[in-house]
């Protein structure tokens, strides 16, 4: 590589040195041809006199141009820096193989997410349940009286005996009872008599060997137990 440059070093200045020549040939022509051409012009002043002689700085021109050009060309060559291996080091030597840290490391692959907007979930219907109607305690109360009279007229019997069978008494006894929350009997009492012993005692009797059933939740609130009165009909079979 290093003779491949000094060959073409070489080459341009051989190449300026062979334009010196030329030109140095071209001017000695000039300077003959321009002699020439004076002595052409003195032979066409005798022979004719209506033709102006040419002007002589025309002629000079060239001849002080060319000389000026051809300085101009020697100077520059003379110029020229000797040929040196750092010139061409300088210049044209290939630039430095970029070390690995001056490497351009390859960004990252960019990921680009993708946000699929989803359409609102349809809110469900709201069925509104009406609240039932609240029960007073006054209805559950007396609800609860009804239940015990048809108990206790389920469980009343007629009386038996001599005496019964002989009288054949008939008539209503009001009887009163007192129950707890949870239905236990706690007393119970004649309010308004029959009139007949038999048919007192039989009404008593009824009470006593009846199981009542609790109170319903929500009846005499504030109270552990109440006072009940049933009337009792009782009637001969015939």
Request: hydrophobic share 35%; aromatic share 6%; glycine share 4%.
């Amino acid at each position: 590589m290093w003779n491949d440059r000094l060959n073409d070093q070489r080459h341009k200045l051989s190449s300026l040195g062979s334009l010196l020549m030329v030109g140095m040939v071209w001017s000695f022509g000039q300077s003959i041809s321009t002699v020439s051409s004076s002595a052409v012009f003195d032979a066409i002043e005798l022979t004719t006199t209506q033709l102006e002689p040419a002007p002589k700085t025309l002629v000079n021109i060239r001849p002080v141009a060319i000389e000026k050009s051809l300085q101009k060309i020697i100077s520059n060559v003379a110029s020229l820096p000797p040929s040196n291996h750092s010139i061409f080091d300088k210049h044209d030597s290939a630039p430095p193989a970029p070390s690995s840290s001056e490497l351009v490391k390859p960004s990252p692959p960019t990921t680009v997410t993708t946000v699929v907007a989803q359409a609102p979930m349809p809110e469900p219907i709201k069925t509104t349940t009406p609240a039932p109607a609240p029960v007073s305690s006054a209805n559950i109360e007396a609800s609860f009286v009804v239940t015990l009279r048809a108990l206790l007229n389920e469980n009343k019997r007629y009386p038996t005996g001599r005496e019964a069978s002989l009288q054949r008494p008939s008539g209503k006894a009001k009887v009163w009872f007192v129950l707890t929350r949870s239905g236990s009997l706690q007393e119970a009492g004649i309010e308004d008599s029959s009139h007949s012993i038999i048919l007192d005692s039989a009404a008593l009797a009824t009470v006593r060997r009846t199981q009542f059933s609790g109170w319903p939740e929500g009846s005499w609130p504030g109270q552990m137990q109440h006072r009940f009165t049933v009337t009792l009909d009782f009637t001969p079979v015939s």
